[in-house]
């Protein structure tokens, strides 16, 4: 896989769906009922929401770079209504 700081959303959104089917093929091993199947499943839930993450502060990076490293407090107000908090997500820059 590529450096995940330079993948667009449609890439993240490719690589979510390669591992999670090639994970999917993995756990068809497994009785429904499986402690695998389960780690399988858990697996692939963690992998989505981290490349969701990291795609999340990708576009982050990106934000803040095309306004000079500065949010106001408007737009900083506004991603929060979003859930997204942008202190959280300047620790991880």
Request: proline fraction near 3%; charged fraction near 30%.
């Amino acid at each position: 896989m590529s450096d995940p700081s330079k993948l667009t959303s449609l890439e993240i959104e490719a690589e979510i769906h390669r591992v999670c089917s090639l994970l999917g093929t993995i756990a068809q091993q497994y009785p429904n009922d499986s402690a695998e199947l389960l780690a399988i499943r858990d697996a692939a839930s963690a992998f989505q929401q981290l490349q969701w993450h990291k795609g999340l502060l990708n576009s982050y990076r990106k934000l803040k770079s095309g306004l000079n490293g500065e949010l106001d407090e408007e737009l900083k107000n506004k991603l929060i209504e979003y859930g997204i908090d942008p202190d959280e997500l300047d620790e991880e820059i």
